[in-house]
């Protein structure tokens, strides 16, 4: 009888615990309905944007500040760097710049330099919500993520080289941009941008970003920063880290809208991309997800190379070193070094652009 009693109390918590999540998910659903606005998803942009997360991580820091890296060239031409932020001992790198044909300044963050994206994808399977939005009741985030914008030298970095940009160019738009971990960071900027320095014309757009908080978080971020677009790649796998688990809405991580997903149809020599603009929700199920089977010890339906290509145009390092730095001693005149080591390459915007004649046999010294 006794065993009985404890089965009937199981049960009774069973349900209350079912009825609960039900409730939350209504919640987090009706809460969700509420979008404040939804961003139009502008394929020109996208596939403009895209080379800017892909030349951040480029390792010459001459060629990058001077704008003469060979991912710097066809639809970034003309990008006027400002600011290069380089935090050494975390192998973090961001820039900010002009692109007089957007008329917008734009700032771009570069994912993990890491020598095995494997290993680093592995451990974002088991990151957790393990800080507070600071001001945002019931917001969580990923420790590792925030910090890496918030904690480091690229946040006073870039905050100073919107200002300067502002000076020169007045209030034009804000981008920010970033593929995978960069990613993460150009959402924390966007963010940071529109709260603290009061920027009304900011826009996001990250490729194959992994999730960064939660649902309280996703709704807060769409909220604050509506024009933003996650694209996500066929089958990458990094969007789908940490995982979400549809079950428990409240308790794990949860995207913030709007996804738009790529995704190859056709046979053999016909295959062509499609580019799905997703739902409000941030989860679209119909979208990346769909090709994602979660069991409880791993991923299937993942990979890795479609992470490390968006449109066609390679992400990720230009090299297999991690964290190396090349620099010209003319270029180094423009550099300031923190008490971390961490190094700030910047100009004064209302001065000409640094031409260099980059003899590439004269590659400058390693940092
Ligand atoms: C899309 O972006 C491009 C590049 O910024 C711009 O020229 C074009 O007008 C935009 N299209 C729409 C419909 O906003
Ligand atoms: C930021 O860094 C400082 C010094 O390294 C540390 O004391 C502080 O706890 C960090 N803040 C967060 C939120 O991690
Ligand atoms: C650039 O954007 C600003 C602010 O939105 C606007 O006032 C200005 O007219 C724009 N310039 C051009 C050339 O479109
Ligand atoms: C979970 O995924 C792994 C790796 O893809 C696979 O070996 C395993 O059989 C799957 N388990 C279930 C229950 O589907």
């Known amino acids: ?21 039900r409730e939350l998910k209504v919640k987090v659903k009706h809460r969700h309905n509420q979008h404040h606005q939804l961003a139009t998803y502008n394929h020109t942009l996208a596939r403009i944007l895209v080379q800017y997360a892909s030349a951040v991580y480029m390792s010459d820091l ?11 060239d066809g639809l970034t031409e003309g990008f006027e760097v400002i600011e ?39 451990d974002l399977y088991w990151k957790q919500l393990d800080i507070d939005y600071p001001g945002v009741d ?3 985030v990923h420790h590792g993520f925030y910090t890496a914008y918030h904690n480091t030298s690229l946040r006073p970095g870039v905050l100073n080289a919107v200002q300067k940009a ?21 959402a924390f900027c966007g963010l940071d941008l ?17 999730r960064i908080g939660n649902a309280a978080f996703a709704s807060y971020f769409n909220q604050i920063v509506p024009d933003t677009i996650r694209v996500t790649n066929d089958h990458d796998i990094v969007p789908h880290l940490p995982p979400y688990y549809y079950y428990f809405p409240q308790k794990t991580y949860h995207h913030f809208p709007r996804e738009v997903w790529l995704y190859n149809i056709g046979f053999g020599s016909l295959i062509y991309t499609v580019e799905k603009v997703c ?14 089977a979660f069991n409880l010890s791993s991923v299937s339906g993942n990979s890795i190379s479609d992470h490390l290509a968006y449109f066609g145009v390679q992400m990720g390092c230009d090299e ?24 700030i390459i910047s100009r004064d915007p209302s001065t000409p652009i640094l031409k260099l004649d980059t003899d590439r046999g004269d590659k400058g010294s390693s940092v």
Request: hydrophobic share 40%; with cysteine; proline share 2%.
């Open 62 to 72: 001459t060629e990058l500040f001077t704008w003469t890296c060979s991912r710097c």
């Open 138 to 140: 019931g917001a969580m």
């Open 194 to 210: 529109r709260l603290s320095l009061g920027e009304k014309n900011v826009q996001v757009m990250t490729f194959g970003q992994p």
């Open 1 to 21: 009888m006794e065993r009985r009693g404890y089965l009937i109390i199981a049960i009774i918590i069973c349900l209350f615990a079912f009825s609960s999540c």
């Open 320 to 343: 297999s070193s991690s964290c190396r730095m090349v620099m010209d001693p003319r270029v180094a005149a423009y550099g300031r070094t923190d008490l971390d080591g961490n190094l």
């Open 84 to 122: 290069l932020i380089v935090d050494v001992k975390r192998c973090l790198q961001g820039f900010v710049g002009v692109a007089t044909d957007l008329n917008a300044t734009v700032i771009a963050f570069r994912g993990t330099q890491e020598r095995s994206i494997q290993n680093w994808v592995e």
């Open 166 to 186: 502002k000076e020169i160019y007045g209030n034009i738009k804000i981008i920010v941009t970033g593929h995978s971990m960069g990613g993460a960071m150009a």
């Open 279 to 292: 739902d409000g929700s941030g989860e679209d199920p119909t979208c990346s997800r769909q090709v994602i």
